[in-house]
Every structure is written in structure tokens, then in C-alpha cells.
């Protein structure tokens, strides 16, 4: 009986010991989403808007996709393209020493600072706040976006992975009220 409880001990100990740091379960939420987001590197995803209903908004009744083009170890790059061109816009996520941040790039390759119009602002977003999971996260507006956007201060952008139905959902809302949600699925 004593050698069976010295070999589970000692059984026990390694197990410990090499598992280290290397357990899943010591990844945050953040890293995790962050990985699962990475895992679609090279795909496309088309879809709608479902909210507003506004006729007059440039992202709704028009074919939506998603590429996810650009992808490192701290950054994926969401082209947003809009009736088959790109339209200005691209969501990225990065993981910052500060933490996991989304920013809205509305630049992309061919245009410039000079090049935005008035109400066409670029470099908007904000870092995940602790509610999310490893699916979905929630990026409430930061202090550059609250300072360039002023009615943005209360933002709060979502990204939603969902492997079953293999979609991404994003979402925006201000003062707590929806303001634009979009619904993209795998090709």
C-alpha cells in the first residue's frame, strides 16, 4: 500500500508539474477568443444587417462579407466589403499589452487622413471589458473615441463567434440602445 500511494503521488506531482502554464484553462478569455478568431484566417463570411431597418443606412439592404485577410500573433484584419467592393471599413482586433482592443479602420490601402471626409472618422473602438467569453467580446468605447466621437463615448461594439452555425455576429449600441447589428455566415 505504500508504494501505490508514494507512485500516486508521484503520478499526481508530474502531472502538476507538467502542466505548467501550458494548461488551457490558464488562458484568459481574451487569449481565447483571440485564438478562435485567428482560427478563420483566410475566410469569408457574407450576410445582412438585421437592425436598422433605416432604408437610408449605407449598410442595410445591401450584401454584406466579411474577408479576414490580414492575420499575425496580435492582430486579425475583418475587410468589410459592401455590394461586392470594399467600403472603407475594416474591424480589427489586436492583443495589446493593455489588453484585447477593436479598432475601426477606415482606411485600408488606398486612402489617407486627408482623404476622410467630416463625419468619416477612423481609429475609433476600444479595449474587451471582462464580460465576454471565449466566443464572444465586448468592447466598450475608450478614452480616443469618446474624445473624437463624443456621442460615442457610450458605445459598446460585440463580436460573436458562433462555430455551430459558423457565424460572426457584430454589433453596436449606444446608451444602451441597438444601433446597428450585422449576422455573417461561413461561404
Not at 49 to 71: F, K, N, Q, W
Not at 104 to 133: I, K, N, P, V
Amino acid at each position: 500500500m505504500k508504494h501505490f500511494l508514494l507512485l500516486l503521488f508521484s503520478l499526481s506531482l508530474l502531472c502538476a508539474c507538467r502542466n505548467g502554464g501550458d494548461d488551457p484553462g490558464d488562458q484568459t478569455s481574451h487569449e481565447a477568443f483571440f485564438e478562435a478568431l485567428s482560427a478563420q484566417c483566410g475566410s469569408v463570411y457574407t450576410g445582412e444587417s438585421t437592425y436598422p431597418e433605416d432604408e437610408d443606412h449605407p449598410l442595410v439592404g445591401t450584401e454584406l462579407r466579411v474577408e479576414i485577410t490580414d492575420c499575425s500573433d496580435s492582430h486579425v484584419r475583418m475587410d468589410l466589403i459592401r455590394d461586392g467592393d470594399y467600403w472603407h471599413g475594416a474591424w480589427v482586433v489586436e492583443m495589446r499589452e493593455e489588453g484585447l482592443h477593436l479598432y475601426h479602420d477606415h482606411l485600408g490601402e488606398s486612402r489617407t487622413m486627408q482623404d476622410l471626409g467630416e463625419e468619416d472618422f477612423h481609429g475609433y473602438g476600444g479595449y474587451a471589458d471582462e464580460t465576454g467569453g471565449s466566443l464572444t467580446q465586448y468592447f466598450p468605447a475608450d478614452d480616443v473615441t469618446a474624445e473624437m466621437i463624443p456621442a460615442a463615448a457610450s458605445n459598446v461594439w460585440m463580436i460573436s463567434l458562433n462555430p455551430d452555425e459558423k457565424q460572426i455576429i457584430y454589433y453596436l449600441e449606444r446608451n444602451e440602445v441597438p444601433r446597428f447589428r450585422a449576422v455573417f455566415t461561413k461561404g
